[in-house]
């Protein structure tokens, strides 16, 4: 399982015009599955982007984790997070799983953010979605479960 997460100000997604989640400061989570995740895969990239200590403290320094600053977390499902182009210009997605088992993990992935007390906010599984990030920072971090980067 893979997750693109940003810092953010702010956030909403929209779907056919219509605001499926919004929040004010957080994180925005792009979360992908990828073939032959499990559990343990899904555990790790929960833990890690609900642990991340990318918020600043008095001194500045990025001490403080999502609940210390209660900030909210935006998952928005995205398979191109395994867009690989090492061969071409051509994306090929050929990593990412299959849409139905890929739907299981990613609405597993929010109950378990859920679960935290963190407020969690969502977009559309396989909807054409139009996301606004106003970035913090920039801040952007990739959490891996197989710890390829």
Sequence with gaps: ?????????????EVNGEVTGRIGQGL???????KGDAQADLDYVVSKVLGLRVFPD???????????VGGGLLV?????????????????FDGA????????????FVEAA???GVPVETGRFRADMRVF??????VTILVDSRRLF
């Excluded at 500045?60 to 210390?68: H, I, P, Q, V, Y």
């Excluded at 398979?79 to 051509?90: A, E, M, Y």
């Excluded at 849409?99 to 597993?108: I, N, Q, S, V």
């Excluded at 990030?133 to 920039?138: H, I, K, L, S, T």
């Design 114 to 116: 859920r679960k935290s």
């Design 1 to 13: 399982m893979r997750a693109v997460v940003q810092r953010a100000l702010s956030a909403r997604v």
């Design 76 to 92: 928005i499902s995205q398979f191109t997070v395994f867009g690989d182009v090492r061969r071409g210009l051509r994306p090929s």
């Design 97 to 108: 799983m299959e849409p139905a088992g890929a739907e299981a993990l990613y609405d597993r």
């Design 133 to 138: 990030v106003e970035n913090d920072g920039p």
């Design 58 to 68: 008095e001194s500045g320094k990025m001490t403080r984790a999502l609940a210390d």
């Design 28 to 34: 925005v989570a792009f979360v992908g599955a990828e």
